[in-house]
């Protein structure tokens, strides 16, 4: 069965602690693998896509990447504005398989 | 460049009454799929339209159903509301349906409540 699992839940930094968010899949036909991020009350924004194993994709202090059973979301210097849910998203046989998040919380 | 626009952002209803989404794609874009998102059971993918037709739907029931006009807008209705269906609707568009490695990108979502 498709499935996606991210780790770990919930995570708790200091401002300038970088840290990395974990999401492991096992899908039969990787077609894509998405990372988003989602606010309180709001919908997910995209951030990345990442196709082949081997792929980096940068954006700021994120830098995602990916291998063939996991991908990372490495955050850099993060700020409190950083804090947000993180949501990734695996494409396979036509449709997008979602975990279940991580939440950031990044303190001042 | 607009986003991807859902209309109305809250909705109060009682059980038993129906009620019908909005939902206004990207310019360009002719995918548009709906999520529920509660927050013991995560994004839930209801259905897909691509070009007035549903490419893929997931494990609802019946009451819930959707429809894409030829601009691309898409509604989502569900009858017969239950408790259970208070969610975050979520609807997102991207430029081809699933499996073309395209993004998807999300609106807002409707808030539901049911009484």
């Known amino acids: 069965e498709d499935q996606v699992t991210q780790s770990p839940e919930a995570l708790r930094l200091q401002e300038g602690e970088s840290s990395s968010l974990n999401c492991s899949y096992t899908?039969?036909?990787?077609?894509?693998l998405f990372w988003y991020r989602q606010d309180p009350g709001k919908g997910p924004e995209f951030l990345f896509t990442l196709y082949s194993a081997g792929e980096e994709k940068e954006k700021e202090r994120l830098k995602a990447t990916l291998t063939k059973k996991e991908s990372f979301l490495h955050i850099t210097a993060p700020k409190p504005e950083d804090s947000a849910t993180y949501l990734c998203a695996v494409e396979s046989n036509y449709q997008l398989i979602w975990g279940a998040g991580t939440k950031l919380i990044i303190k001042p | 460049k607009a986003g991807v626009t859902q209309t109305p952002r809250y909705l109060i209803k009682t059980r038993g009454q129906q009620v019908t989404l909005s939902c206004s794609p990207i310019?360009?874009?002719?995918?548009v799929s709906w999520y529920q998102q509660t927050p013991g059971q995560g994004l839930q993918f209801l259905f897909e339209?691509?070009?007035?037709?549903?490419?893929n739907k997931g494990n609802f029931p019946g009451r819930f159903s959707g429809r894409q006009f030829s601009n691309s807008r898409s509604e989502m209705n569900v009858s017969t509301l239950e408790l259970g269906d208070s969610a975050l609707y979520l609807c997102a568009s991207s430029l081809d349906s699933a499996g073309g490695g395209q993004p998807q990108h999300f609106g807002d979502g409707t808030r539901l409540s049911i009484l």
């Open positions: 899908v039969s036909g990787l077609r894509g």
């Open positions: 310019s360009g874009h002719r995918s």
């Open positions: 339209y691509f070009s007035e037709t549903q490419r």
